[in-house]
């Protein structure tokens, strides 16, 4: 069971440089974000999606965009990388309820660490 | 504006002995859900609790406890008789509303790290 994967686990980039990180879930599941994980910062929100082909900012989106073409993909890109942007990087999932509402209980990925020169 | 505070950074016992990880927060809202995330070395964040505004009883499971108390806004948690496989980074979460869908982000702390000496 995979759950929630994130493509790829490592990368470096030079400054300008642009790049997609992909997480894809098995779960069904409607919720999806990502979140960028620093150091002394816990975990911030950047953008989210509450269903294919839906997407908003979170907290800190600048730097970043997003699409969700399909249902089990949410893919995070950087159009023009910079230093700032080193981080590690969460996808998360989340289910809807019967109801419609939300669990709050977030399935994560194992992350993904940029680095940008 | 949402705030969780969780005033220590790093954390250090002896295994077997209790340990209580403490999370303060500071919302509006009156209904909201708090959450204890554990992030192993591993790297990957796993859900270990929910708990509603209006529910202030306090929850155990096994080793795990946790202590809501509204009237100081916290939302504790101890582990009694630690084990090396406790050792993590835990966070502390706050729900917030964030679209008509009602659909809710979390709000994180930054975090304890928490390491059982053997």
């Known amino acids: 069971n995979a759950g929630v994967t994130q493509t790829p686990k490592f990368r470096v980039l030079k400054t300008g440089q642009s790049m997609t990180l992909l997480c894809a879930q098995d779960m069904n599941h409607e919720y999806m974000y990502w979140y960028r994980q620093d150091p002394g910062m816990g975990l911030r929100l950047i953008h989210y999606?509450?269903?294919?082909?839906?997407?908003a900012k979170g907290e800190v989106p600048d730097g970043y965009n997003v699409s969700r073409l399909k249902k089990q993909n949410f893919l995070l890109g950087l159009e023009s990388a910079a230093p700032s942007q080193t981080s590690v990087y969460f996808c998360?999932?989340?289910?809807?309820?019967?109801?419609?509402?939300?669990?709050?209980?977030?399935?994560f990925g194992e992350g993904s660490r940029l680095t940008v020169l | 504006a949402q705030k969780v505070t969780q005033a220590q950074t790093e954390i250090s016992v002896v295994e077997k002995e209790d340990v209580t990880l403490d999370c303060v927060y500071e919302t509006r809202d009156t209904t909201y859900y708090l959450f204890w995330y554990k992030q192993p070395p591993s790297g990957e964040l796993v859900f270990l609790i929910r708990r509603n505004s209006f529910d202030e009883q306090n929850e155990i499971s096994g080793r795990y406890s946790w202590n809501f108390q509204k009237s100081t806004s916290s939302f504790n948690f101890t582990i009694t008789a630690s084990q090396v496989v406790d050792s993590a980074v835990y966070f502390c979460?706050?729900?917030?509303?964030?679209?008509?869908?009602?659909?809710?982000?979390?709000?994180f702390g930054t975090g304890t790290r928490l390491t059982i000496i053997p």
């Open positions: 979460a706050l729900s917030e509303p964030i679209s008509n869908f009602g659909n809710e982000k979390l709000t």
């Open positions: 998360a999932s989340s289910p809807r309820t019967s109801g419609g509402g939300w669990t709050g209980e977030l399935f």
């Open positions: 999606s509450v269903g294919e082909g839906t997407t």
